[in-house]
């Protein structure tokens, strides 16, 4: 099975026999790097596929300065493929309107604004509409899509993408009524096909593009019920209500028997203090508003809110501004009921809401903190802070007890510098810094250093970056390291490292990495790093070319001892040939390098047949596997 929405599939789940063995796989969408060839591909076949459009397609200058400017790489809203797709669609229209600020929801509000502008040229033309002036043909637009909303609704808690025949004939009506062209409105936002009946008969259904679309208007739905539920007491009229939006009837009833009994018994303001009166003024309003909305929508089918997820995380992003924080955190609470409970699940929710402070602060109470002996890849494990999610971080983590971070980047460590205020309360225990580790850079160590001296705790358990003089007298002051990546670009910092090596005793150390550039002279290893017990110690020589094999070969023969196990050798971006490897695994046994744990080498530099006949040879010679 499957589906992009996994929370839909427990029931089925359940009934798989145990007798069947069950793998399960997330595709969490396209990866860091890979997003702008999909971009440009994406256009590519848009212009191929769409020959007759007017509009011209973006130069390929323009593409990559969009690409820059919503920085598409890093936000993870745009690992999403429908979310990139919306940019591509957004590109030949409305490019100027996206900026590194855009989140979800304003993505998919932009291509509703677009289809509307293009739905309302289409209705100038017509002669149902055409004598309507701009005002009036937007009004009666919006009448038919609180219809439309009500009906995606409805077939979304059918699990249905296809409008039963008694939706369509609704729509339709409603066309009728507004004097609206029925054609004209379903096509603009929903898809027509022609199907055959048993019958022979031919019949038109409709079905939205995406399920993510129909959520959209399923959450807009809901956000017209609730402004529905406010009128009351705006207007302090409640017999003269319209109540356009199916459902809010019986849910407005409900209200006015609780406004009724707010008049019988007025609370009693006189004498009271300003304080007290605020808070009188501020005491909770009814809730459930939410959910009584869509339990009381004639025509339903069983609501079952863990297939609410991406409905709710939509409302979430779309809630207007003058919402109270009770309303939020029901949204909220629902959520979590609903079956989001992981950090990366609300962090995607803080993000869709440009961070709102009543978002964060209702999430606060549902997000998972650290537990003591737990790995850091749990979610229960230390909260780990990535580039997508600094923005996030920086309004949650002042609202958060204080806890365990590890703060693991792949950008510029400047742009960590905004965190810098809300991480006073929390304890930092890991810096991972992984850009500069495989491509190093003396003009980064400052930053680093500066960054390592604000956030650096005695309680450091990781630190992956360049080793400097300063970074070298932080890690000799720290005794529960687990994890070291340090890397080697120079022959000062081969000498740090020698320091490092003998003056230092980590009693918890588990992994050891070093990454050592070219233009580090081997001269400048004079002690190697013992192979301990329980210790893995991985050595990535980077960019070794065919001039550069014989200086691996003795970059290795310096940093092993040749007797003891625990090594691991690493070629990241290497160059070489079958021909090359061979020399190279000839070398390090004419070295004496021998009983090394494996050789790993880059995927496209041999073939699956050469690398099997390389590993026999490094087998026979230096007793080790290869891999690539």
């Given amino acids: 099975m499957i589906t992009t929405h996994p929370e839909a599939l427990q029931e089925g789940l359940?009934?798989?026999?145990?007798?069947?063995?069950?793998?399960?796989?997330?595709?969490?969408?396209?990866?860091?790097g890979q997003r702008e060839d999909f971009l440009h591909r994406y256009l590519d076949e848009l212009h191929k596929t769409c020959p007759g459009t007017t509009l011209t397609p973006p130069t390929t200058d323009d593409i990559n300065q969009c690409i820059k400017q919503l920085d598409v790489e890093t936000k993870e809203h745009f690992r999403l493929p429908l979310n990139l797709s919306i940019v591509a669609i957004l590109m030949y229209s409305w490019p100027d309107k996206m900026n590194r600020n855009t989140t979800q929801t304003e993505l998919y509000s932009l291509i509703h604004e677009l289809t509307l502008e293009k739905l309302d040229k289409r209705l100038i033309d017509n002669d149902l509409t055409k004598h309507f002036d701009r005002r009036t043909r937007l009004d009666k637009v919006e009448n038919w899509l609180s219809a439309l909303y009500c009906e995606m609704f409805i077939a979304l808690t059918h699990d249905q993408l296809?409008?039963?025949?008694?939706?369509?004939?609704?729509?339709?009506?409603?066309c009728d009524t507004l004097d609206l062209p029925p054609d004209e409105m379903m096509a603009a936002f929903m898809e027509t096909r022609t199907v055959k009946t048993f019958r022979g008969c031919d019949i038109d259904c409709y079905s939205v593009p995406h399920k993510g679309f129909?959520?959209?208007?399923?959450?807009?739905?809901?956000?017209q019920g609730i402004k529905?539920?406010?009128?009351?007491?705006?207007?302090?009229?409640?017999?003269?209500?319209v109540v356009s939006t199916p459902g809010v009837g019986q849910i407005l009833r409900s209200k006015m028997q609780n406004l009724i009994k707010k008049f019988k018994k007025p609370k009693e303001t006189r004498g009271c203090s300003a304080r007290q009166l605020e808070e009188l003024q501020q005491q909770p309003k009814e809730t459930g508003n939410v959910i009584n909305i869509m339990r009381a929508t004639p025509g339903i089918g069983q609501i079952q809110l863990s297939k609410m997820q991406n409905l709710l995380q939509m409302l979430v992003g779309m809630i207007p501004h003058d919402w109270d924080s009770i309303m939020v955190m029901e949204v909220v609470n629902l959520l979590q009921e609903a079956g989001v409970n992981r950090r990366d699940q609300w962090l995607d929710v803080i993000e869709d809401t440009k961070c709102s402070e009543k978002v964060v602060k209702a999430i606060a109470d549902h997000f998972p903190l650290p537990r003591a002996s737990v790995s850091a890849w749990d979610d229960n494990g230390p909260i780990v802070i990535e580039d997508g999610r600094i923005a996030a971080?920086?309004?949650?983590?002042?609202?958060?007890?204080?806890?365990?971070?590890?703060?693991?980047?792949?950008?510029?460590?400047?742009?960590?510098?905004?965190?810098?205020?809300?991480?006073?309360r929390h304890v930092c225990i890991g810096l991972r810094h992984r850009q500069t580790y495989y491509h190093p850079t003396e003009d980064i160590h400052p930053i680093v250093d500066q960054l390592l001296s604000k956030v650096w705790s005695p309680d450091l358990s990781v630190y992956i970056g360049p080793l400097s003089d300063y970074v070298l007298s932080r890690l000799q002051r720290v005794r529960s390291l687990r994890e070291i990546r340090l890397s080697i670009s120079s022959n000062h910092q081969a000498t740090l490292l020698m320091e490092l090596i003998t003056s230092t005793s980590f009693k918890d150390l588990e992994d050891l990495y070093v990454a050592v550039t070219p233009e580090v002279q081997?001269?400048?290893?004079?002690?190697?790093?013992?192979?301990?017990?329980?210790?893995?110690?991985?050595?990535?020589l980077l960019d070794v070319t065919d001039e550069r094999v014989s200086w691996a070969c003795e970059m290795v023969a310096n940093l092993i001892n040749p007797s003891q196990r625990?090594?691991?050798?690493?070629?990241?971006?290497?160059?070489?040939?079958?021909?090359?490897?061979?020399?190279?695994?000839?070398?390090?046994?004419?070295?004496g390098i021998k009983n090394i744990w494996g050789m790993l080498v880059p995927e496209t530099s041999i073939s699956s047949d050469q690398?099997?006949?390389?590993?026999?040879?490094?087998?026979?010679?230096?007793g080790a596997s290869l891999y690539r």
């Fill in 14 to 32: 359940q009934l798989i026999p145990s007798t069947y063995y069950r793998v399960e796989v997330e595709l969490v969408g396209i990866p860091m």
């Fill in 162 to 174: 296809t409008l039963q025949e008694e939706s369509v004939n609704k729509l339709r009506s409603k």
């Fill in 214 to 223: 129909q959520e959209r208007y399923g959450a807009l739905y809901i956000i």
């Fill in 228 to 241: 529905q539920l406010e009128k009351p007491e705006e207007s302090g009229n409640v017999t003269n209500i």
């Fill in 393 to 424: 971080y920086e309004k949650l983590l002042y609202i958060l007890p204080p806890t365990q971070v590890i703060l693991d980047i792949v950008g510029n460590p400047a742009s960590l510098n905004c965190l810098l205020a809300s991480l006073d």
């Fill in 522 to 540: 081997p001269a400048a290893i004079t002690t190697n790093i013992p192979g301990i017990d329980n210790i893995w110690v991985w050595l990535h």
């Fill in 566 to 591: 625990g090594y691991t050798i690493w070629f990241p971006r290497s160059t070489l040939d079958e021909a090359g490897w061979i020399r190279m695994i000839q070398d390090l046994w004419r070295r």
């Fill in 611 to 622: 690398a099997h006949q390389l590993d026999n040879i490094c087998l026979n010679t230096l």
